[in-house]
């Protein structure tokens, strides 16, 4: 018996199935349909399915891989999509706050220029 510890649980495999269907076992470990008990479930029926019901469960979960495969590509694309659209508005808000900034330390200067202009005209006087 081989014993398979994944997320904290420990899955009972016979030797043989281990051997014979070492694919079926990591599509089985793999699922993100099956919980571990459901899991732990097709390893102990596994000796005894038939040659049909095996090539069905190892085609089931392939189909299964090869979908979330998919998914996972089309997300990644839109989540880069996202970013990139994020990052331009981001960046535009960060040249917008600049600008604000700058405007407000010219306003401050000439206040200030105004202010020295206005003591200079008193001294004068």
Known sequence: ????????????????IQ??????????????????????????????MTDEQV????????????????????YQEEIKTLNEKHLIEWQSLQSQ??????QQAEQSDRSKSDAIDTLGLFGNI
């Open 1 to 16: 018996m081989t014993q398979i510890v994944r997320d904290n649980f420990t899955f009972t495999i016979l030797d043989e």
């Open 19 to 48: 051997i014979q269907y070492s694919e079926l076992v990591e599509l089985v470990l793999g699922s993100e349909s099956i919980d571990n008990n459901e899991k732990q479930y097709w390893f102990d029926i596994l000796p005894s």
């Open 55 to 74: 090539d069905r469960l190892f085609n089931i979960l392939m189909t299964e891989r090869h979908q979330l495969e998919e998914l996972n590509l089309k």
């Open 97 to 102: 706050k600049a600008k604000k900034q700058v």
